[in-house]
């Protein structure tokens, strides 16, 4: 299953710079976009969300901007912090269901001092 | 912060015994998930329930497996007859409102490593 991709795998950053990490999709069924973040050994935890009908969402250091014509989102932090190092997993609903995830495959952020 | 639990953290199994895994969702949460991570690979959806019912299935979801709410706490997973390729981490979710509230998302439990020998 590839309809959600990030390509990827892994991100290094310093501390106070931005991280941007990218998030493909095939299926023009998706209709709502959610991002969210795991540390080794717990399970994922919600960080932001966009739906189809917007470009772009804030919340504090995360933004996430959508390109429905290029089937594309990415996930802006800024500025990176230690605590950001984690696995970013990008997700997706299809406009049919209301509450099957679909996740890609992750990206591994690493922030340095 | 209110959170979902999963006991056991670590399950092993020998191969064709049942095994149950237990999620107690967050109080007030009305829809209810299981999704697996088979090392290496993507999180991936198995089932999802509501009022009582499964509202929707993967293709994964087979007759092996099962789900129930016995009680008004608990979220069980069955797995009848496990093979070997049933081993990942076993996540269990739950939100207050269906999927697209960014007020209520998805909160996920620390997930069960379901291990088959």
């Known amino acids: 299953d590839q309809q959600v991709k990030q390509n990827s795998p892994s991100l290094s950053v310093q501390e106070g710079r931005i991280s941007i990490l990218n998030c493909d999709y095939t299926?023009?069924?998706?209709?709502?976009f959610l991002w969210y973040k795991k540390y080794p050994a717990e399970g994922p935890t919600f960080l932001i969300s966009i739906s189809s009908i917007k470009d772009k969402n804030e919340d504090g250091r995360f933004t996430v901007f959508l390109n429905k014509s290029a089937k594309h989102l990415s996930l802006h932090i800024v500025p990176s912090q230690p605590g950001d190092s984690a696995v970013y997993f990008c997700a997706a609903i299809r406009g049919d269901s209301w509450g099957k995830l679909q996740f890609g495959a992750g990206t591994q952020v690493v922030v340095t001092p | 912060e209110p959170e979902v639990t999963q006991t056991p953290s670590h399950q092993v199994t020998q191969m064709g015994q049942e095994v149950i895994l237990r999620c107690v969702p967050i109080?007030?949460?009305?829809?209810f998930y299981w999704y697996r991570q088979i090392l290496g690979q993507k999180v991936e959806f198995l089932v999802s329930?509501?009022?009582?019912?499964?509202?929707?299935k993967s293709e994964i979801f087979d007759d092996q497996f099962s789900v129930e709410r016995p009680d008004g706490s608990n979220f069980t997973l069955k797995i009848r007859s496990t093979k070997l390729e049933d081993s990942a981490m076993y996540f269990c979710a739950s939100s207050e409102r269906e999927g697209r509230d960014s007020n209520q998302p998805q909160h996920f439990g620390d997930g069960t490593r379901l291990s088959i020998l």
């Open positions: 329930f509501y009022n009582n019912e499964i509202s929707e």
């Open positions: 299926n023009s069924m998706f209709d709502y």
């Open positions: 109080s007030n949460h009305l829809y």
